[in-house]
């Protein structure tokens, strides 16, 4: 077979989940069966790969997928349980108190509490922390959703204090014969602390612009206008939320390196940007809200909403009401930045490992302690306690509730994850892996403009692997070669892996092992496609931005790079603005 003919077919898997999932608006759990038969097939027939090396990767696809469903299950369980206590009543209301507009709170719970929580912990905690909050606030079920998958994008490079670039770029990287000949003398930890400068810069120069996007996206499609022009009526408070984190997120990598950028940044921009909104400033002068529940479109709706959300327990003070998710960021801070705490959570005797599955050479693991489940069900427990929940008997419902809920998202993500883990270790003695084959053929057609398009490649490793992480060891060698290929050097290079990172980042708001697990936090099922289809915009922006300002900073100095970065950003902006126009056209229409 030819180079194209393999091209073509390693596209297959990824072309039925975009076809049935966004195009046709199928189920997840149908379309990852049917792209996981796919992906078997084409691995065994044409590809050549050993059975047993499928048969491993989809039991270690399964192990995963448990984990993510441990995680979803903590998720729920918390909040259910801070419902059931009546904190939620608490919190909701001291939000009103900072601003009841919907746009401010998705700005500092889904932006900046989000980006804490994945500088802390990553691997889709926020969206399992923070969709759930933002819903027991009163945002419909998809928004809070679409929210929390759009700010999975510039946090995620450095979330769970570093992982994507310590171990992702690190182990694509370190130790190859090719980086060590093209940086000569230059020690590997110095380069790749040179990659997190440049990855925390590009992101800044891409992510600010991020909660006004995010903005636009909530007001266009759940707003009652359904109007892009009434998110961009926050644009002071976003812009000004937007800098608050990346700045510092920027100046804690040029200082500290991968570790803390996201958890840091995200801290520093609470405590500028909730003070700033209490004394009113950048506020918007209109207040957006949702329009009433009772006409909300039933595809909106997640079956955490079907009771009310804010719970049934006695008011509290506001302190009280916080304490679980205080105590929630200092536990995943703990557990991943105390070297001593660390070790004892991640060490061999409490972790669960499958060796060499089938004789494969592909191993699974589970170290339930380290998990973020863990974590979530340590806190729903210790709020029973602190919550006086002892005089009630709903703490029982609250388990069944929660077990509920995530078994509904089980079958999707049972099928994703090994669908995944096949395609990446679709490797035989004739062929490299799929992905790296699609890779290939990208950067044969674009040759000298290879750094446009290598965000691209990073978001399809993410949206393919679900994880910034494993994208990153898939690609970073691949695109340092590539970099290497077209005469870049070892500054080149580190962009071209720069760019890799980011793009793996913004790949996140789109995979679909994250918009399963998102949405079963908050009990919506069978909507992905349409969370994928609007997620879609947001990620294009972030990946074409990335790629014409590395292609600015390789061409070094000012250049024309620069200008086009800036035009298609603008471009962004007023296409949506323009949509408006012709929104409003069409309502007119109508109505006459």
């Known amino acids: 077979m030819t180079d194209t003919l393999f091209f073509l077919l390693a596209c297959l898997p990824i072309a039925l989940v975009f076809l ?77 108190a900072i601003s009841p507009d919907r746009r401010v709170q998705a700005i500092i719970i889904a932006w900046l509490f989000g980006s804490l929580i994945e500088g802390a912990s990553g691997f889709g905690t926020p969206a399992a922390i923070a969709a759930p909050l933002l819903v027991a606030i009163g945002f419909p079920a998809m928004a809070a959703v679409l929210a929390t998958l759009i700010i999975q994008s510039t946090p995620v490079s450095f979330g769970a204090v570093g992982t994507p670039i310590l171990v992702g770029v690190n182990t694509g ?16 930890s110095d380069y790749l602390f040179q990659v997190a400068v440049n990855v925390a810069l590009v992101h800044a120069l891409v992510g600010f612009l991020i909660p006004l996007i995010m903005v636009c996206m909530i007001t266009r499609f759940f707003g009652e206008r359904r109007s892009f022009t009434e998110g961009f009526g926050a644009w002071k408070f976003a812009l000004f939320g937007g800098i608050a984190f990346t700045l510092p997120y920027y ?67 506001m302190l009280r009401a916080w304490t679980p998710y205080v ?35 592909i191993s699974a693991s589970s170290q339930p302690l380290y998990l973020p489940g863990t974590i979530l069900i340590l806190v729903s427990l210790i709020t029973y306690v602190i919550h006086g929940m002892g005089r009630t008997r709903s703490y029982g419902k609250v388990w069944a509730m929660s077990g509920k809920t995530m078994v509904a998202a089980a079958p999707a993500l049972l099928l994703a994850v090994p669908m995944v883990q096949v ?55 691949f695109q340092f070669s590539a970099a290497e290929q ?81 035009v298609w950003t603008a471009s962004v902006l007023a296409a949506m ?5 012709r929104q409003t056209r069409r309502l007119a229409t109508a109505a006459a």
């Open 423 to 477: 395609f990446i270790n679709s490797a035989s003695a004739l062929h490299p892996s799929m992905p790296l084959v699609l890779a290939g053929g990208v950067s044969d057609v674009v040759g000298g403009m290879w750094p446009v398009f290598a965000p691209t490649i990073g978001a399809l490793g993410a949206f393919i692997a679900g994880s910034n992480t494993i994208s990153n060891m898939m690609f970073s060698l």
């Open 577 to 581: 603005a323009l949509s408006d126009r």
């Open 327 to 361: 105590i929630v960021a200092l536990l995943l801070v703990a557990s991943r930045a105390i070297p001593m705490v660390k070790s004892f959570l991640t060490s061999p005797d409490v972790t669960i490992k499958f060796t060499n599955l089938f004789g494969s050479g």
């Open 173 to 188: 990287l370190s130790n190859q014969p090719i980086v060590g000949s093209v940086l000569g003398g230059m020690p590997f």
């Open 20 to 96: 049935l999932l966004v195009v046709l608006r199928w189920s997840a759990k149908l379309t990852m069966a049917i792209a996981y038969a796919a992906t078997v097939l084409v691995a065994l027939l044409a590809w050549g790969t050993d059975p047993a090396r499928i048969a491993g990767a989809s039991v270690n696809g399964v192990v995963t997928a448990v984990n993510v469903l441990y995680i979803v299950f903590g998720a729920i369980l918390l909040l259910f349980t801070l419902q059931e206590s009546g904190a939620i009543r608490t919190i909701r209301q001291g939000f009103i």
């Open 251 to 317: 100046a804690v990598a040029a200082l500290f390196g991968p570790e803390f950028p996201s958890l840091l940044g995200s801290l520093i921009g609470l405590m500028i940007v909730i003070p700033a909104a209490r004394a009113g400033l950048f506020l918007p002068k209109q207040v957006f809200d949702f329009p009433h529940k009772s006409t909300w479109e039933d595809a909106w709706l997640g079956a955490v909403q079907k009771d009310d959300p804010t719970g049934h327990g006695e008011p509290m003070p």
């Open 486 to 566: 077209i005469g870049l050097g070892a500054a080149g290079a580190a962009i071209v892996v720069t760019l890799q990172a980011v793009g793996g980042a913004a790949g996140n708001m789109i995979c679909v092992h994250n918009v399963v697990a998102a949405s079963a936090t908050v009990g919506l099922v069978n909507r992905e496609g349409d969370l994928i289809a609007k997620a879609l915009l947001p990620m294009t922006y972030y990946v074409v931005a990335a790629g014409l300002y590395g292609m600015a900073l390789v061409a070094g100095g000012f250049n024309g790079w620069w200008i086009a970065a800036v």
